[in-house]
């Protein structure tokens, strides 16, 4: 078992993440040590209006080799927050601390003591500020990371959507044959080294019925030539395949991996099938990232009604890999 710290980086204060975190604490005991990069006035705010108690422990990240770590307590690398402490609107005010989190967790990782990260939820309209489609993209650029693939797992099935946050007037420019090549091998790569075995994959078409009135169908010209492809290249994959029935117990009984065109294609049955019971992974960063499948839920900011298995499946995940 590889007992690698695992750093979790706060993201968005201004969300449910810490009541999560602080309920998963609380229902497993983990093995792998968990440092939190957060804001300790941040922290001590939120436990005390969430009525969690347990000690604290200020980690020095240039002494990580050096000291041995555990979860009796909450070990913690401070990151200054200039910011009220109260529940507020999410705004770009976060933006600094939520980009010192990052950082410090990218320093950590360059010096190799671990290649586990966990994220907590970013506001995309905030803090990307349309300069990124999502974290995906934007932890590929800061790692330089040419090739990326959002992967939303779950043992039973996982998805995984060409296109990530595009509107649906955009995706169709974006369908080519390389970008699903490159993901779709990805997956498999990622499959094959952490998970132990060769993944079945579907393909979905972009089309419905994977049929166009149109005379250049994009089923037949881009996605039918890839299938061929990734099969040659002794990758398990099928398709294309109808979306609105690929997801019945009966079609989805022997598939690993339903890969689609666009974003709410594949994430809406997933979430409805799963709920919490998913997470995010990135493939294609030099370490392994995992961010729980929920936003900041800023209307429950505070109320502690909100669901920690999305967290807890993804420190599970990291204990095993």
Same mark, same amino acid.
């Given at each position: ?52 108690? =347990? @000690? ?73 500020? $349309?300069?990124?489609?999502?974290? &995906? ?17 779950? !043992? ?6 060409? &296109? ?36 079945? =994959? =579907? ?24 299938? $061929? ?22 079609? !989805? !009984? ?34 392994? !990232?995992?961010?729980?499948?929920? @936003? ?26």
């Amino acid at each position: 078992m590889n007992y690698k710290p695992v750093l979790i980086v706060h993201g968005e204060p201004n969300s449910v993440f810490l009541e999560i975190f602080f309920k998963s604490f609380k229902y497993k005991k983990f093995k792998n040590p968990l440092i939190l990069i957060c804001s300790q006035k941040i922290l001590k705010f939120q436990m005390k209006k969430l009525k969690f108690k =347990i @000690g604290i422990k200020i980690i020095n990240p240039s002494l990580l080799n050096k000291i041995k770590l555990n979860n009796k307590i909450i070990n913690i690398i401070d990151i200054n927050y200039d910011a009220d402490l109260k529940f507020q609107k999410i705004s770009n005010k976060s933006n600094k601390y939520i980009k010192d989190c990052f950082e410090t967790s990218f320093k950590i990782l360059k010096l190799g003591i671990t290649n586990k990260l966990i994220n907590g939820p970013i506001s995309k309209s905030s803090f990307l500020n $349309k300069k990124y489609l999502g974290i &995906t993209e934007y932890l590929a650029k800061e790692t330089k990371s040419k090739q990326n693939a959002m992967l939303i797992y779950n !043992r039973k099935l996982s998805v995984c959507p060409i &296109t990530t946050h595009l509107p649906l007037k955009s995706v169709v420019k974006n369908i080519t044959k390389e970008k699903i090549i490159k993901k779709i091998s990805l997956i498999d790569s990622f499959y094959n080294k952490y998970l132990g075995f060769k993944p079945k =994959i =579907i393909l979905l078409g972009l089309n419905p019925h994977c049929e166009s009135v149109h005379k250049f169908n994009e089923d037949e010209k881009i996605l039918k030539p890839c299938i $061929k492809y990734l099969s040659n290249k002794k990758i398990n994959i099928k398709g294309p395949y109808s979306a609105d029935t690929a997801f019945l117990k009966k079609n !989805r !009984r022997n598939i690993d991996v339903v890969v689609g065109m666009y974003h709410d294609q594949v994430l809406t049955p997933i979430k409805t099938l799963y709920e919490y019971d998913a997470i995010n992974i990135t493939l294609g960063l030099p370490f392994i !990232r995992i961010s729980p499948d929920h @936003g900041p839920n800023q209307k429950m900011l505070g109320q502690n009604k909100s669901n920690p298995l999305s967290l807890i499946r993804a420190i599970e995940f990291l204990e095993k890999n």
